[in-house]
């Protein structure tokens, strides 16, 4: 007899070449309806399976559900580079091994942080809906007018491998690069990029800001009154990271008060709910978290968590192993 398929819960779902692998290679529970499962709700799919599938937006994994997980889970593989909503420590002290879908979204991601440099330094958002809502009267060489992007300074705030992708990309737009990181990056993968060990060091450099550091006890709320001060004035700021990186309140009033010229926002700290303070600016460009939205990415972090779970049930070492 063939030996029992490990058994699986995926909390939401994924694009059909994944799930097809996955019931394969697992007796997988699906979600074939889509909807967010509550934490009642992945405690009882839990019962009996050994490992779970999970999103960032399974946030009860950072606030107590782990603790209460079922002792037959053996692993967490969730559908994400960033883990920031997966406690690690208590799924350590309770032997689950969690793992991540590094690099194969890397290319996406930097690419949605160039369209908001983009659309927020180029005003696409507003050009946008000037024409769709017919509201586009003439060609004026005077308004409405937005900002260039070559040759102004770019600062990135975290350069792993999404910063080195966003710096190989703005690179190509001859922007002058520098980037803050805890350590300094070799040279061949920041493209030129001038490093600042402090940030503080850097703010005065950037024209314009991209967040592409992980959201950690250090990092959440850094962007906050004391740092945009320090900003150029009429500074842009893009986040493709996480959006409690930034204190809504801080860069809501460095956007009204013209410190800043724009932002670009793809991630926000309670997503979906946005402050809806920021529907009401005009300087703001907004997307729904689409930094791994594209197909091809979508598989292939599917396939890479899938990667992971195999690996582990093998007996060998994930990939992307957290713990
Ligand atoms: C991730 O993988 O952490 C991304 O935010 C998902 O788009």
């Known amino acids: 007899m063939a030996p029992a398929l490990p058994r699986l819960l995926v909390t939401r779902r994924l694009p059909q070449e994944v799930e097809t692998r996955l019931g394969k290679a697992f007796a997988a529970q699906l979600n074939a309806d889509d909807h967010p499962m509550s934490e009642a709700e992945i405690l009882a ?43 690690i420590a208590a799924a350590k002290a309770r032997n689950i091994a969690v793992t991540n879908t590094p690099d194969v979204l890397t290319d996406a991601t930097a690419d949605i942080a160039l369209l908001l440099i983009l ?74 990029a001038r490093y600042h060990a402090k940030l503080d060091d850097m703010l005065p450099f950037c024209d314009f800001l991209s967040i592409n550091c992980a959201s950690t006890p250090e990092t959440r709320g850094i962007v906050n009154d004391k740092l945009i001060a320090q900003l150029p004035d009429g500074a842009i700021i893009v986040n493709s990271a996480r959006g409690d990186i930034i204190d809504d309140d801080a860069l809501i009033a460095g956007l009204k008060s013209g410190k800043l010229a724009a932002a670009g926002l793809d991630v926000f700290r309670n997503e ?27 598989i292939a972090m599917g396939m890479r968590a899938a990667d992971n779970l195999d690996a582990f049930f093998a007996g060998r070492k994930p990939a992307d192993l957290l713990t």
């Open 119 to 192: 659309g927020a330094a180029r005003g696409a958002y507003w050009g946008e809906r000037m024409v769709r809502e017919d509201r586009w009267t003439s060609w004026s060489p005077t308004a409405p007018l937005g900002f260039d992007v070559t040759g102004r300074r770019l600062g990135i705030l975290g350069m792993g491998r999404i910063g080195q992708a966003v710096a190989k990309r703005a690179k190509a737009f001859d922007m002058e690069l520098h980037y803050h990181n805890r350590r300094p990056v070799a040279a061949d993968l920041t493209f030129g």
């Open 272 to 298: 979906p709910k946005i402050d809806p303070r920021y529907r009401a600016l005009d300087n703001v460009f907004l997307l729904p978290h689409l930094g791994s939205a594209t197909r091809d990415t979508r």
């Open 45 to 87: 799919g839990a019962e009996g399976k050994d490992a779970l599938l999970i999103t960032p937006m399974d946030k009860s994994f950072a606030t107590g559900i782990i603790a209460k997980l079922p002792s037959s889970i053996k692993i967490v593989a969730t559908f994400s580079v960033g883990y920031e909503h997966v406690d």
